[in-house]
């Protein structure tokens, strides 16, 4: 006590400070302590700031995020928005030549830009989608029936197939079948007849703006279907030629995703066409990665980042939740489009983000144009006109109305109802002199004992 006394007592106030004085290690300025104060809730604003982007979906790239915080979000309080070229219709031709399992990516390519032309509000009536391959339902996919751009995450990844039609596929995609899409001429038994093989080819006049893609491989001058005939760069400058003639485009917006792939625009003599190639001649165009769940590069570099980019800027300028793998129209997608110029989304952006390669460059054209490619918004090609997305949203919201008045276990018995397993189906064996058809399903492994029995017959 005498002890505790004693301390007490060499504890005395000072009358000019703020602080008591007290011994050397006991001292407790009040200064310091408001100081300790602030450091303890610098770190608590910070928190709190950055629970914002905690709450939305993680980017793509990272580095797309200064990108389109300095590019794309000032767009959107500009006084001089990008204007559309006034066109009526929207019309795809989406081309992935390439046949086997190594080339996985090439499909990708495809349906990456396919998912982003759905969520654009282009209806599959307006598209024409041919893949060389059903890499999907290839034996060595183990996730059947799907195919992944970002990862298979054990089969729960970004499922690209999801809401496909498939118009030409396998024997069917032909330089032959290619031509006659562009200039709309059905072969027997296809278009408006009744034909076992029908196809409805869609309509296009001089107000439509025509997007085309091809992704596969090549070279100068040349791109290849199928390792069994190819489609010269004079053969696309025939086309749309002849495409011009026929008054069949407003605008078209060629895009070739392929080793020297600009050289394919190199004979085109008509206006109004916007050119884009992944690399320029005697270049390479590259996959971006590989999957070690898939065992193959699952997309290449151009149409990722092209993709990514959307994605990552639809994530940062929606204020809304929005599923940027929705296979259908999506207001946050089309405003981004209608921000973003064509030479940004094409050339700017891979060329920045895209590390395409040390030797490769975007290869583009828009000489005999009647506007420049960074005065034309994306949505001009990769959305619906704005009176198609319209009555879209109309109807959209006119299903949700109605479903108001519907009982709620009813209209769940009903949606179950159009759901529909997806399956892969293999060619008719023969088993004891009767045909059996085998059926593989979503999620079986390459190791079931199903899968090898019907690998080896």
Known sequence: NKQQAKRKSTIKPNPTSNSLIVPHRTRVP?????ISLIFVLIPVFIAGAQGQYKQRAPLNNRRHESTIRNIIQPRFTRDDPLKSGNHTSNVAVIVSSSRYWFNYRHVTNALSIYQLLKRGGISDDNIILMLADDIPCNMRNPFRGKIFSRGANGG?????????????????VTVDAFLRVLLGRNLPGEGETNGLHRRSLPKMDENTNVMVLLTGH?????FKFQDGEELMSNDIASVFSQMYAMKRYKEILFISDTCQAFTMADEIKVPNVYSVGSSLKDQNSYASH???????????RYSKVIKDFVDDAVTMTSTSKTDTMSSSLDSATVAVMEHFNLHDALVRIPMTHGELGANSKVGHTDSLCSRKMNQVPLSDFFAAPLEERERQMKQRQHAASASLWMNESNFTSSEQEFVVEKECVLPEATINDSP???EIRDGMSVFDLKFIAATMG
Do not use: A, C
């Open 156 to 172: 729960m990844g970004d499922d690209l197939m999801e809401g496909v039609e498939i118009d030409y596929s396998g024997t069917d």
């Open 30 to 34: 009040v200064m310091h302590s408001s």
């Open 290 to 300: 590989s999957d070690p769940q898939v065992g193959q590069s699952v997309i290449d």
């Open 218 to 222: 090549g070279g100068d001058n040349f």
């Open 436 to 438: 059996v058809k085998e």
